[in-house]
T-cell receptor
Framework: AQSVAQPEDQVNVAEGNPLTVKCTYSVSGNPYLFWYVQYPNRGLQFLLKYITGDNLVKGSYGFEAEFNKSQTSFHLKKPSALVSDSALYFCAVRDLSNTGKLIFGQGTTLQVKP | EAGVAQSPRYKIIEKRQSVAFWCNPISGHATLYWYQQILGQGPKLLIQFQNNGVVDDSQLPKDRFSAERLKGVDSTLKIQPAKLEDSAVYLC????????????FGSGTRLTVV
């Protein structure tokens, strides 16, 4: 079965420092991987996706993610964190069985302190 | 383009009452999803429609939850009777195809069962 894991419930980082939010996946075949962000009382917003091609994927708001097939990881990164980046982040994998549904990790809360 | 519309934004009901949520997906999106997001967890798929047919409802508690998609456009999700553990945010999402696309999510309906 397809799954993703986010090993950290919360990540704390100082404003201006680089940030990493970790995600590992388990799929059969080639993965379609996604990152979403959720601000309080809002729906999920798409950040970026990996389908194929370059292992470094660039997305919205200066975020990027690195696909690593050997480590089955898809970590979200940003070179310089902003206080406004504080939110809940979800990694997801698209189930390429007959339904194509998105399967989400449990989420990581990012706290950026001034 | 207009986003995914959901209503109501908030709902408080007593246990054993019934409640209904409404979703209007992005125009032309064939696939519609209802997810349940319990506080502190990642979203869990309840039901997936392709046009007006059900593709996946394996995690829908069918003894109390029901959903329909009228004419392949709008959708309603109903809970009857509600239980305390149904307190969650109910997210609707749509996507154009089952291909390598991310979903567009609505803002969600926060349900509190007391």
């Amino acid at each position: 079965a397809q799954s993703v894991a986010q090993p950290e419930d919360q990540v704390n980082v100082a404003e201006g420092n680089p940030l990493t939010v970790k995600c590992t996946y388990s799929v059969s075949g080639n993965p379609y991987l996604f990152w979403y962000v959720q601000y309080p009382n809002r729906g999920l917003q798409f950040l970026l996706k990996y389908i194929t091609g370059d292992n470094l994927v660039k997305g919205s708001y200066g975020f990027e993610a690195e696909f690593n097939k050997s480590q089955t990881s898809f970590h979200l990164k940003k070179p310089s964190a902003l206080v406004s980046d504080s939110a809940l982040y979800f990694c997801a994998v698209r189930d390429l069985s007959n339904t194509g549904k998105l399967i989400f990790g449990q989420g990581t809360t990012l706290q950026v302190k001034p | 383009e207009a986003g995914v519309a959901q209503s109501p934004r908030y709902k408080i009901i007593e246990k054993r009452q019934s409640v209904a949520f409404w979703c209007n997906p992005i125009s032309g999106h064939a696939t519609l999803y209802w997810y349940q997001q319990i506080l502190g967890q990642g979203p869990k798929l309840l039901i997936q429609f392709q046009n007006n047919g059900v593709v996946d409802d394996s995690q829908l508690p069918k003894d109390r939850f029901s959903a329909e998609r009228l004419k392949g456009v709008d959708s309603t999700l109903k809970i009857q009777p509600a239980k305390l553990e149904d307190s969650a945010v109910y997210l609707c999402a749509s996507s154009p195809l089952r291909g390598p696309y991310g979903y567009t999510f609505g803002s969600g309906t926060r349900l509190t069962v007391v």
